[in-house]
């Protein structure tokens, strides 16, 4: 068996990032319309923590960089098929569809809080877009609800199948993903470091 070592490939702003999301996410989707001060503290959260991704995703560590994990359609697609006939390719950073579903989820999520903050200025009179109440109509904040709650909810299908994504992931590369999301490392074959050294 080969011998194998774990290095450093996410970095502590990642991670810091992905848990405290996951976190603001479930905050604003348990809080909803009952505890509105806390749905909307807890979605503006979300928005500056997209804010950062994008920003780190553009000059941040090699691995947390979208130039790494980026990749056409067509090669999701193929990965997803190798994935399940299980000859996938394992990647050191995210693979294909892993870089196609942290696309996905970031569009959806920033779509999301977006709507949010147009239905909250314009129902509330509150927030970034309070000024929008006066200038709304009566059939706007309907149409922005119906919209947010649509996106809202393609957001959480969107993380059930990317824990899917994880937990298949992991069973066929016989790597525990989660883990390697909390202390950032990942395993490579011993012979691979000592080369980069």
């Given at each position: 068996m080969t011998e194998s070592?774990?290095?450093?490939?996410?970095?502590p702003l990642i991670r810091i990032f992905h848990w405290s999301l996951a976190a603001a996410f479930t905050i604003v989707f348990m809080a909803d319309e009952?505890?509105?001060?806390?749905?909307?503290?807890?979605?503006y959260t979300i928005l500056g923590l997209l804010v950062f991704r994008i920003l780190w995703?553009?000059?941040?560590?090699?691995y947390a960089r979208f130039s790494s994990f980026v990749?056409?359609?067509?090669e999701a697609l193929a990965y997803l098929k190798a994935l399940l006939a299980r000859?996938?390719?394992r990647y050191l950073g995210h693979n294909p569809a892993g870089g196609a579903m942290i696309?996905?989820?970031?569009?959806?999520?920033?779509?999301?809080?977006?709507?949010?903050?147009?239905?909250?200025?314009?129902?509330?009179?509150?927030?970034?877009?309070?000024?929008?109440a006066?200038?709304?109509?009566?059939?706007?904040?309907?149409?922005?609800?119906?919209?947010?709650?649509?996106?809202?909810?393609?957001?959480?299908?969107l993380v059930a199948v990317h824990l899917l994504g994880v937990a298949v992931g992991s069973l066929v590369h016989r790597e525990n993903l989660i883990r390697a999301m909390i202390d950032g490392r990942k395993r490579v074959p011993a012979q691979a470091t000592a080369r980069e050294s």
């Open positions: 070592v774990r290095v450093k490939v996410w970095d009952d505890w509105l001060a806390v749905h909307t503290l807890a979605g995703g553009g000059i941040g560590t090699p990749r056409p359609w067509s000859r996938a390719p696309v996905l989820l970031l569009l959806s999520l920033m779509s999301t809080a977006l709507t949010g903050m147009l239905l909250y200025g314009m129902g509330d009179a509150a927030g970034l877009f309070a000024g929008l006066a200038h709304a109509g009566f059939l706007w904040p309907d149409v922005a609800e119906s919209v947010h709650e649509f996106l809202a909810n393609f957001t959480l299908l």
